[in-house]
């Protein structure tokens, strides 16, 4: 029997197809050799080098907050998506289409740092990152304007960083956005069906099949997705149910921050330092029990492929990789 060329895979909770083009595939170290544009602006003109007057918030490592000897601030972004005034949720007709105003907060969350990205930092760094991504999104998320609140990192030119200095972004918003939609409606439907999280039926296969499993600990699992949109596309998840990213415990937070910075720490030494996005998807904000069978996590997506025709004009993305052999390739590489 002839050997297929590539393999048409369904992910479980969109429903959506990607392709795994296994007849041209690369070999993993082959990744490390991609040529990336060079992206590291001098400190002198780096605007998060000193600590800003206007910080909503401050954190040093050794204490709950601190100016003196601070590791992560976080500030407004001085160029925001979304901002304070208007009227929120309201909707108004433009002949067939809809608007409504960008109400909401656009924040930066800056780490010290001007070189050293997550991946190179220690476990007790990145866990005062995550310690202001909860901080920020209690503060947040009882606005009446927002219904969603977005945490998102990007690193390197490919994944849109402006600024080279290591920063990630929050944005609360007034709608839920469509990704986040299609995961919430995809889970809703296998609970309905199985009367069970799709997200913990996923974590529990993948722990106990081991192939795609990059790292865990005791609380927390890094996986290459079944479906891979993406060569080395990873996922950290919590090992328990929890439809809340916010709603993470201090001791959970310690075992997320390990697992985060050990699956980028991996991608950089494996990879050389690969641009990449990573963010976080967790359930709208607001305690509705309609969201309890959603499963918080977050995904990494490194700058590994481009989209072209095929992908632009079918919504069916093409990884020139195994997830497999991905997770094979990362789980290696100590940290």
Known sequence: MMKSISELRQDLVSGDWVVIATGRAKRPHEFSKTKRPSFVQPKKLCPFETLHNDAVSVYAIDGERGKENWWVEVIPN???????????AVFHNAGPYQRTDGVG?????????????????????????LRAYQDRY??????????????????????????????SQIIAIPVVPP????????SARYFHKHQTCVHCEMVRHEIKEK???IYENDVFAVFAPY?????????????????????????DREAC????????AKLYKGLKNPDFNFFIHTAPVGESKEFRHY?????????????????????????????????????KIKV
Not at 78 to 85: E, N, Q, R, T
Not at 108 to 128: A, L
Not at 227 to 251: G, Q, T, W
Request: net charge neutral.
């Open 179 to 186: 990704d986040i939609q299609r995961s919430l409606e995809g």
């Open 227 to 251: 479906a891979s949109k993406i060569a080395f596309e990873m996922r950290v998840f919590p090992k328990f149910h929890s439809p809340h990213f916010e709603e993470m415990s201090s001791r």
């Open 78 to 88: 001085k160029y925001p998506a979304f901002g304070k005034g208007g009227v929120c």
């Open 211 to 213: 192939k795609r499993v």
């Open 295 to 331: 499963h918080w996590h977050l995904e990494i997506i490194p700058k590994t492929g481009i989209w072209a025709g095929f992908e632009i004009g079918t919504g069916i993305e093409i990884s020139v990789i195994a997830p497999e052999t991905a997770a094979a390739f990362l789980r």
């Open 105 to 129: 907060f656009h924040e930066v969350v800056v780490t010290r740092d001007h070189e050293r990205s997550i991946g190179r930092m220690t476990k007790e760094e990145v866990e005062v990152i």
């Open 257 to 264: 921050a390990d697992a985060l910075r050990a699956a980028l």
């Open 138 to 167: 209690f503060a947040l998320k009882n606005d009446a304007c927002v219904e969603y609140i977005s945490v998102f990192h990007n690193h390197g030119v490919l994944a849109g960083a402006s600024i080279s200095h290591p920063h």
